[in-house]
């Protein structure tokens, strides 16, 4: 995800619908989906719509057929199958949605949503310096990263390291020649892997030896449909080894309408993580009201509440390489996540005023002509370029050391991860930053010093190691911590071949697994989440919104007014509008649109 500044007027969106996921302006708790759909799904039967809508339908294992010939008998048309995780994406009629759940065979109905990118412009700030990398570091030889964005244009900053291109935007995921439309793509993968050839190494990507794979599933407005995200991420993950990927990139996503359980998205993600894939997703871009400035809580965008997923927020570093003046971008998404209330994001990353390749024929070069370097770069920010640095880091690591599970990754990154403060010197709490600021060197260090081969439950470092890094001459301390689930735990969790950096354990889903001495703080259960004036909901009515929030015993900060609804009024943008009444029955809303 990308965020917005004044300035900079722009048609693209977070979403292409308005999401009715708000609290009630009398302070009760949201409404209930409707068994098996999600929350667009269940506002739209309840309010009697009669319009035919793309959806996608999970089912029991082996109930696809059966699905199909329901459909099939009722004349709807099937779009796609989606066997990774026993879906359908079809079209059905409002009306028949309810009935269509009732079927033993069907798990939940979500709707197929407008996965979207947005840009602006910033002023540059360093890259390889800000993440301790000296010249003569790792350069992501051997590793190769799956790009799921709108495409790529060819260019001498990839010398001939692509390879493969597919595009999903019109089904089947055709291999074709590159291209990109939009542009977002190819300035994340120029972050990921450019090799700064065109700006004298100015303008070098975090691992610029690492090879690329590029599944475009955006148009040339940066756009698409979440069902066609899931067919380019089941492709990777059915032909990983054939691909030979390492890494997933997702620098998109759509508002949280369900579960992670019932979230087919989610659910693809989670798929690819079990085979082996490292997955890593941004935040999203809505931390902060853009009519007062007031930060927000629980913005992330799915599927960055994937469970298993690399979540990754925006940090801004001023143009410097030192990290003592680093601030989270007010704009990148805090958790909790909707409905699960998990800790994210993960952690933090570079991802203001970057500057990485253009794609010149592209929407964002043609149209925003002030968001260009030069003739061969833009500049932009936002958790998407932030989820790009830290893809290019994990090609880094897995460079150090390929065995590593994504379990592993992601503990060695929030292991190492450098704490960020606020203007007052105060840490910012872990549902913003998650456990800090990305550490490339400190985690490639960890990386290289990690035997595989030990037992597991024995101690698997080869080498003592000191828990901090020098950055711009200054000596940074390590966060030497993670959060799993919802604890958030410290100590030496990564020295040891524990059992949950297998592969076959999804992170934060096993529940007998606890970490550290913290274990006290716990989110999502027990009846012990607080929002607002000591309103306490059951777990399963666990989003309430008011003044504040409590995690644990700790006030983290402010939320916006007294309710929230993420998304757009597509009929006329310039209406929509943040923390009044939008008028659906019961409900209040706050609508993100540009300023």
């Known amino acids: 995800m990308i965020s917005k500044t004044p300035g900079l007027r722009s048609t693209f969106i977070f979403v292409a619908a308005l999401v009715l996921l708000a609290t009630a302006a009398n302070g009760q708790p949201p409404q209930r989906l409707i068994s098996k759909l999600d929350a667009r799904l269940s506002s739209s039967v309840r309010a009697g ?71 602006t412009s910033s002023e540059a700030s360093t890259l390889r310096g800000t993440l301790g990398l000296p010249v003569q570091s790792p350069t992501g ?83 698409g449909y979440t069902s066609d995200v899931i067919d380019a991420i089941e492709f990777v993950t059915r032909y990983k080894s054939r691909l030979g990927i390492d890494i997933i990139n997702l620098s998109l996503g759509h508002p949280i309408l369900e579960p992670a359980a019932t979230d087919p998205l989610v659910q693809a993600v989670e798929a690819a993580v079990r085979a082996g894939i490292v997955v890593v997703a941004a935040a999203g871009n809505v931390g902060v009201s853009p009519s007062t400035g007031e930060p927000g809580y629980a913005g992330i965008l799915s599927p960055g509440n994937a469970p298993s997923a690399i979540t990754v927020g925006s940090a801004r570093t001023f ?49 925003h002509p002030t968001l260009r370097v030069d003739d061969n770069y833009l500049r932009l920010n936002g958790t998407s370029m932030a989820t790009a640095v830290v893809s290019g880091t994990v090609a880094l690591i897995l460079q150090a050391n390929q065995a590593l599970t994504p379990n592993a990754v992601k503990a060695i990154l929030q292991f190492t991860a450098l704490p960020v403060r606020d203007d007052q010197g105060a840490r910012y709490d872990v549902l913003t930053q998650g456990t800090g600021s990305v550490n490339a060197a400190g985690a490639i260090e960890v990386a290289a010093h990690i035997d595989p081969k030990k037992a597991v439950s024995s101690w698997w470092l080869t080498t003592t190691l000191d828990p901090w890094t020098v950055i711009g001459g200054q000596a940074t301390s390590w966060s030497e911590s993670i959060v799993w689930r ?102 209040a809303g706050l609508v993100l649109t540009s300023p």
Do not use: C
């Not at 996540?337 to 024929?361: E, Q």
């Open 49 to 119: 719509h009669s319009d035919t809508r793309r959806v996608i339908i999970r089912t029991t294992s082996g109930g696809i057929p059966r699905l199909a010939e329901a459909l099939k008998s009722n004349r709807r048309f099937v779009r796609r199958t989606h066997s990774t995780i026993n879906a359908l994406t079809a079209h059905v009629p409002v009306s028949e949605l309810e009935s269509l759940s009732r079927l033993p065979f069907v798990e939940s109905i979500s709707e197929d949503a407008i996965v979207s990118a947005e840009q």
């Open 141 to 223: 030889y051997g590793v190769r990263v799956a790009i799921i964005d709108s495409g790529l244009e060819d260019g001498p900053e990839f010398a001939d390291r692509i390879d493969g291109f597919y595009d999903f935007t019109n089904g089947g995921g055709k291999s074709t020649s590159p291209s990109d439309g939009y542009g977002h793509g190819t300035h994340v993968a120029g972050l990921i892997a450019g090799n700064g050839v065109l700006s004298n190494q100015r303008y070098r990507g975090v691992a610029p030896k690492a090879r690329l794979v590029v599944l475009k599933v955006l148009d040339e407005n940066g756009q």
């Open 319 to 367: 143009n410097t390489n030192l990290r003592s003046d680093d601030r989270v971008a007010d704009y990148s998404s805090r958790g909790p996540t909707w409905y699960d209330a998990r800790a994210k994001p993960d952690l933090v990353a570079p991802g203001d005023g970057l500057v990485a390749a253009a794609a010149k024929s592209s929407t964002l070069y043609v149209n």
């Open 486 to 587: 919802d604890a958030v735990s410290s100590g030496p969790v990564v020295a040891v071949n524990e059992p949950a950096w297998a592969d076959n354990i999804v992170w934060g889903s096993n529940d007998n697994i606890v970490w550290g001495s913290n274990d006290n703080i716990v989110w999502g259960s027990n009846d012990n989440i607080v929002w607002g004036s000591n309103i306490v909901w059951a777990s399963d009515d666990n989003i309430v919104w008011g003044s504040n929030i409590v995690w644990g015993n700790t006030l983290l900060g402010s939320v916006y007014g007294s309710s929230i609804t993420w998304g757009m009024a597509v009929d006329d943008p310039s209406q929509t509008v943040w923390g009044t009444l939008d008028g659906s029955a019961g409900s």
